[in-house]
């Protein structure tokens, strides 16, 4: 079966410009994650969808990052006015559901996202 | 909040040593313990991980027990080889599986 997607693979955008990352999850997956990983840095929580419920939004960095998940399959992740600092490869993750529990994540290979 | 420390890379082995990638926790209540490995070019994918105290998860030659005591999930492996180059994450998720939070990532190369 078909692992976690994303596209574009990678993105070149000028300063001001928006962006729209997509993923698509695993069939059946419930869960999904959204990251950032920055040059040499760790990954860095954007937001996560579970199920139907409001999602967590918690790690945006700012209002010009909003993500939305249609039909509880494909997300997008929308960053308006980009900035310099939005460079980073921003990676995808989804999750099962299994007797009251999340299961590991899968991952998507990530877009690269450069902000001249 | 919870969080997650791991040790500052890069590591450099030769191949055929021993590692040790020293990995830290602080979270509430008991939480699940993951370590997910990234090797170049590809994407992150869970490499082994521990769901209670003292279980020890194993995968491909690598090992991490669950150390409630020191709050650690130090990762081993006896014998490294030059395909285990990679970014190692140590991680760590509540429960239920939610409010997953990742260590910086400790690179490691292994030298022939």
């Known amino acids: 079966g078909a692992g976690v997607s994303q596209s574009p693979s990678n993105k070149v955008t000028e300063k001001g410009k928006d962006v729209e990352l997509r993923c698509d999850p695993i069939?059946?997956?419930?869960?999904l994650y959204w990251y950032r990983q920055s040059l040499g840095q760790g990954l860095e929580f954007l937001i996560y969808f579970q199920g139907n419920s409001a999602p967590d939004k918690s790690g945006l960095p700012s209002d010009r990052f909003s993500a939305e998940r249609t039909g509880g399959s494909v997300s997008t992740l929308t960053i308006q006015r980009t900035q310099q600092e939005d460079s980073a490869v921003y990676l995808c993750?989804?999750?099962?559901?299994?007797?009251?529990?999340?299961?590991?994540?899968?991952f998507g290979p990530g877009t690269r996202l450069t902000v001249l | 909040g919870n969080s997650v420390t791991q040790m500052e890379g890069p590591v450099t082995l030769s191949e055929e040593a021993f590692l040790t990638i020293n990995c830290t926790y602080t979270?509430?209540?008991?939480?699940?313990l993951f370590w997910y490995v990234q090797y170049p070019g590809e994407g992150l994918q869970l490499l082994l991980k521990?769901?209670?105290?003292?279980d020890k998860g194993s995968n491909k030659g690598f090992e991490a027990t669950y150390r409630k005591e020191t709050t650690s999930f130090h990762l081993e492996k006896g014998s490294v080889q030059v395909s285990d180059s990679a970014v190692y994450f140590c991680a760590l998720s509540d429960r239920n599986g939610q409010n997953f939070v990742f260590g910086p990532g400790t690179r490691l190369s292994v030298l022939p």
């Open positions: 979270a509430t209540g008991y939480p699940s």
């Open positions: 069939s059946g997956h419930t869960a």
């Open positions: 993750a989804s999750s099962s559901w299994t007797s009251g529990t999340y299961n590991e994540q899968f």
């Open positions: 521990a769901t209670k105290a003292d």
